[in-house]
């Protein structure tokens, strides 16, 4: 079992930044995966960003203004969100995935809203 808690959304004016950050605890060692997803009112979850220890990932919509990072522990995992845009308010929640049985935990999410 892994527990995830997420932190930081808020509101924010377009153009402005935030930086999300996902505790992890539990089975931290069975980690894989770790992410970001978005959910907007009335849309299907999206990706962001995953990471893993070799590699980044991020939806073409955030590329170069998004970067995802974690600690080397695996015990949290971050989002910074630059020139933040009104298309990328919504529920934004942490996600991992473990190495072999390929399980998905997910945190209970934090809300960001973009607007002046």
């Known amino acids: 079992q892994v527990q995830l808690v997420e932190s930081g959304g808020d509101l924010v004016q377009p153009g402005g930044s935030l930086r999300l950050a996902c505790a992890a605890s539990?089975?931290?060692?069975?980690?894989?995966?770790m992410g970001w997803y978005r959910q907007a009112p009335g849309k299907q979850r999206e990706l962001v960003a995953t990471?893993?220890?070799?590699?980044?990932n991020y939806a073409d919509s955030v590329k170069g203004r998004f970067t995802i990072s974690r600690t080397d522990t695996k015990t949290a995992v971050y989002l910074q969100m630059n020139t933040l845009k009104p298309e990328d308010a919504a529920v934004y929640y942490c996600?991992?995935?473990?190495?072999?049985?390929?399980?998905?935990?997910w945190g209970q999410g934090t809300q960001v809203t973009v607007s002046s």
């Open positions: 996600n991992v995935v473990t190495r072999y049985s390929r399980r998905a935990y």
């Open positions: 539990g089975s931290i060692s069975s980690i894989d995966v």
């Open positions: 990471i893993t220890s070799s590699s980044t």
